[in-house]
């Protein structure tokens, strides 16, 4: 079965960065693209951007525009996001999730990224 | 830039049916999705492309679209179907999900 597995919980100081990993298992991993969605507390879902994992183009949302990036590794079935120059407004649940038909089909479990001095 | 509108809550008794309706316009001929999101969980799709549903959810969730308005319709609601429902389009103009603005559904 699909399963997406992410990286563990970060806390982080403000200006740092912070990268999360999204392992794919149960499906071949370069043929579908993985959207990067994120949550604050109380508020709905964020989509942040895109990577196709077989021709790796990309695409992110303007709003983070120079400080994401997202990258991946087929031999490992995994993919990426780098967020760089983190201020307290990007504390959130980070998911990754795997298209299918224009949906967001399947769900990692999120990680919580926390950013405070 | 493209809004999808819901209504913030819609509360409904135990074995009633809850309607939770999303807004765009037109969808710009774009499929849409729902999703349910309970408290410290991932969300999970529980219709796509209008009205499909993904193996393993109840009949009792089904999706129609009209026009300008596609709904979520949850049959003989229980108390397990207490959460925050989304709903979703891919803009392909601007190549990215649009997510609604979230419905929370309460089970009296």
């Given at each position: 079965q699909v399963q997406l597995v992410q990286s563990g919980a970060e806390v982080k100081k403000p200006g740092a960065s912070v990268r999360v990993s999204c392992k794919a298992s149960?499906?071949?991993?370069?043929s579908y693209t993985i959207h990067w969605v994120r949550q604050a507390p109380g508020q709905g879902p964020e989509w942040m951007g895109w990577i196709n994992a077989g021709n790796v183009n990309t695409k992110y949302s303007q709003k983070f525009q120079g400080r994401l990036t997202f990258t991946r590794d087929t031999s490992a079935s995994t993919a990426y996001m780098d967020l760089r120059r983190l201020t307290s407004e990007d504390t959130a649940v980070y998911y990754c999730a795997r298209d299918s038909r224009a949906a967001a089909a399947y769900w990692g479990q999120g990680t919580l990224v926390t950013v405070s001095s | 830039s493209y809004v999808l509108t819901q209504p913030p809550s819609v509360s409904v008794a135990p074995g009633q049916t809850a309607r939770i309706t999303c807004g765009g316009n037109n969808f710009r001929g774009n499929s849409v999705h729902w999703y349910q999101q309970k408290p410290g969980q991932a969300p999970v799709l529980v219709v796509y492309v209008d009205t499909d549903r993904p193996s393993g959810i109840p009949e009792r969730f089904s999706g129609s679209k009209s026009g300008n308005t596609a709904t979520l319709t949850i049959s003989r609601v229980e108390a397990g179907d207490e959460a925050d429902y989304y709903c979703q389009v891919w803009d392909s103009s601007s190549e990215q999900y649009v997510f609604g603005t979230g419905t929370q559904v309460t089970v009296l």
């Open positions: 149960g499906y071949t991993f370069i | -």
